[in-house]
C-alpha cells in the first residue's frame, strides 16, 4: 500500500517563473493538504481540497493555487516565483470529514528558488 | 492568527538523559498532535491528545495535554541515539488544518 507521494522531490527555479507540484494521496484518502516548510520552521498551511473543491486556505497570496483531480491527486501551482518561496512543501492527505483526522505526509518537494 | 510556540528550539543531550519540550499557545484547540520529522522526509504522527488532562504513553515517550488544552509537553526518558529528529507539536481546530509550533531540534549523542 503506497503512502502519500509527491513528485519531483527537488526542483531548481529562477525568480518570475511558475511551478507545479504533483501528490498523490494514501490509497483511500479524498483530502489533499498542502503545508509550505521554511528551513529550520513548522509547517505552514497553505490549503485544502476536497472533493475537487479548495476547501480551506491558510494566509497565502494568490499566486499560490491549486487543483484536484476526480482520483483524489492534486496539484499545487505558485506564479511568479519570489526567492522567498524556497522551501519544502509537504502533502498530506486524510479520509472524511472529522476534525481530528489523522493526516499522512509525503516526503516533500524541496523547492529551491534562485 | 493562532500560534504555537514551542520550547526550547534546541536540545543537546546525552545517551540516557532525560528531556521535555513543551507546547504552548493562547488559543484552545480541539486536539493536539506530536510529529517527528527526520532530514529529507515529511513529518509521522506520534500521538493525538484530545481531552484536557490526557496522558498518553508511546513506550518512552509521555505526553500530556493542558487541562485547558492550550498546551502540551512532551517528555523522553533515557534518551537513546535514535530519538534524534525535529519535533513538532500541532493543534487541529477544523478539518486537517494543522497549525504547527516552530520545532525543537534534539540530537542525543551516545
Known amino acids: 500500500d503506497a503512502g502519500v507521494t509527491q513528485s519531483p522531490t527537488h526542483l531548481i527555479k529562477t525568480r518570475g517563473q511558475q511551478v507545479t507540484l504533483r501528490c498523490s494521496p494514501k490509497?483511500?484518502?479524498?483530502?489533499v493538504s498542502w503545508y509550505q516548510q521554511a528551513l529550520g520552521q513548522g509547517p505552514q498551511f497553505i490549503f485544502q481540497?476536497?472533493?475537487?473543491?479548495?476547501?480551506q486556505r491558510g494566509n497565502f497570496p494568490d499566486r499560490f493555487s491549486g487543483h484536484q483531480f476526480p482520483n483524489y491527486s492534486s496539484e499545487l501551482n505558485v506564479n511568479a516565483l519570489l526567492l522567498g518561496d524556497s522551501a519544502l512543501y509537504l502533502c498530506a492527505s486524510s479520509s472524511g470529514t472529522a476534525t481530528r483526522e489523522k493526516l499522512f505526509f509525503g516526503s516533500g518537494t524541496q523547492l529551491s528558488v534562485l | 492568527t493562532q500560534l504555537l510556540e514551542q520550547s526550547p528550539q534546541f536540545l543537546s543531550i546525552q545517551e540516557g538523559e532525560n528531556l521535555t519540550v513543551y507546547c504552548n499557545s493562547s488559543s484552545v484547540f480541539s486536539s493536539l498532535q506530536w510529529y517527528r520529522q527526520e532530514p529529507g522526509e515529511g513529518p509521522v504522527l506520534l500521538v493525538t491528545v484530545v481531552t484536557g488532562g490526557e496522558v498518553k504513553k508511546l513506550k518512552r515517550l509521555t505526553f500530556q495535554f493542558g487541562d485547558a488544552r492550550k498546551d502540551s509537553s512532551l517528555h523522553i526518558t533515557a534518551a537513546q541515539p535514535g530519538d534524534t529528529g525535529l519535533y513538532l507539536c500541532a493543534g487541529s481546530t477544523s478539518y486537517g488544518k494543522l497549525t504547527f509550533g516552530q520545532g525543537t531540534i534534539l540530537t542525543v549523542h551516545p
Open positions: 481540497y476536497y472533493e475537487e473543491e479548495e476547501r
Open positions: 490509497s483511500g484518502h479524498d483530502t
